[in-house]
């Protein structure tokens, strides 16, 4: 047998995704306008961003970036432990301590990365971690560098996590889940899983990317709307590129924790420290996620709003009360012919299809955020009664990934 060529094996397999229907497609945005996105020479409607408390262009986000760039450049020139760690990441990480209720914090330059370096460095060979099935990819894939055991529980299966973690009573354990779940808008269940963390004496870290600043007293997130303390949640990470509009993420937890992630996660030491003058515009989206209640009353509304429309028009919704509000209409074809209906009317809403999403799963994820108006709510729900969805019929049980 010759060597088998890799570039030619991974033009098979696009191929075949193709050939199923399946293949993921980049589109070059001209411009946003809030919810408004210039393409081409159209403008669409977008219900697809996180942007939920509509930061992502707020003017003092703007004016503290640039603000920030002109006094000391772009780039932070290297890595935080050799010289790229300024004032403005240190601020950033006290005010999200502060803000989330936790002793320190730790900055990372993407979500993915935070989560690879919290697994990488807490767990090794021969411990256990136990997940939710549809936590998001990168809580899998740091399970996987890890080297652990990893066991994927049904979605928000309490007891079935339990079952989990009581067939390695011996070994070190974490249990991992994401606050609100990216592609249900659902929340987990924080209360029992801490519970059950407590009782077996496995540590619990929570993903709330979706969460922060959205959910919570002032937008502390799903562990704080959730009253549990960072005894009962060492491991709390969030991202600042959904509801504060920015880029970047962060660990939470006690001084213990963060000392040893700068000590031995992968992905903290070798990668280059984000821009200042980011970090210096993600503090005053924190402050302002804080202080602005009416933007998460206003997406409160919204939520409502959209939920009631939908429910009288009989459209397959969620189980979600969150900004993530997915229509689940079964298969691939469905999700991308409604999408691309939409898209006809001037919407942009994303079909999301396997593998995101389990076979028979697939789904329109519609956001909503606080940058939309009710007309907009209203718009979007009369384009849906046009489509005519069904509510799918069930997937066969095992169709999960
Ligand atoms: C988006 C997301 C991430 C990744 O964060 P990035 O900063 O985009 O890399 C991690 N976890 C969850 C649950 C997410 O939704």
Redesign the pocket.
């Known amino acids: 047998m010759p060597r088998p060529d890799l570039l030619k094996r991974l033009a098979i397999q696009t191929a075949e995704r193709a050939e199923a229907k399946l293949l993921r497609r980049l589109r070059t945005l001209d411009n946003a306008d809030g919810p408004w996105l210039d393409v081409g020479n159209g403008r669409l409607l977008s219900f697809c961003s ?1 942007d939920y408390l509509g930061l992502a262009q707020h003017p003092q986000l703007v004016a503290a970036l640039t603000r920030a760039a002109r006094q000391g450049g772009v780039g932070s020139t290297s890595a935080h432990l050799i010289c790229g760690h300024r004032t403005e990441h240190a601020e950033l990480e006290e005010a999200l301590a502060v803000w989330t209720g936790r002793e320190r914090a730790l900055l990372f330059s ?6 690879l370096g919290v697994l990488q460095a807490v767990l090794a060979r021969g411990d256990i971690c136990v997940q939710d099935k549809l ?2 990819a ?2 899998l894939d740091g399970a996987k560098l890890s080297g652990a055991e990893l066991k994927r529980y049904p979605h928000a299966d309490v007891a079935a996590a339990a079952r989990q973690l009581a067939t390695r009573p011996d070994a070190a354990a974490l249990l991992a889940t ?1 606050g609100v ?2 592609m249900d808008g659902d929340v987990a269940p924080l209360r029992e899983l801490a519970a059950l963390c407590a009782r077996d004496r496995a540590s619990l870290l929570v ?1 709330d ?2 969460g922060l600043g959205v959910l919570g007293e002032h937008g502390a997130g799903s562990v704080n709307a959730a009253d549990l303390s960072q005894h009962e949640v060492p491991l709390l ?1 969030a ?4 509801a504060l509009g920015c ?3 962060f660990v939470a937890g006690p001084a213990a924790l963060i000392d040893g992630l700068i000590q031995f996660a992968r992905p903290y030491i070798y990668t280059t420290a984000m821009p200042p003058a980011l970090a210096a515009a993600a503090l005053e989206s924190v402050q302002l996620a804080q202080t602005e209640d009416w933007r998460r009353e206003k997406l409160a509304a919204l939520i409502a709003r959209f939920r009631h429309g939908a429910a009288e028009l009989g459209l397959p919704l969620a189980a979600s009360f969150s900004a993530i509000q997915p229509l689940l209409l079964g298969s691939a074809d469905a999700a991308l012919a409604a999408a691309q209906a939409l898209e006809r009317l001037g919407l942009l809403v994303s079909a999301i299809r396997p593998p995101t999403v389990p076979s028979g799963q697939a789904r329109l994820r519609i956001t909503l955020s606080a940058t939309h108006e009710e007309a907009h709510v209203d718009r979007l729900l009369d384009a849906l009664e046009t489509l005519h969805l069904s509510v799918p019929q069930r997937a066969a049980p095992g169709d999960h990934v």
């Open positions: 996180n993407t979500g993915y990365m935070a989560n936590n998001h990168c809580l994401d779940f990216s993903d990317a979706h990470m991202t600042l590129g959904k880029m970047g993420a």
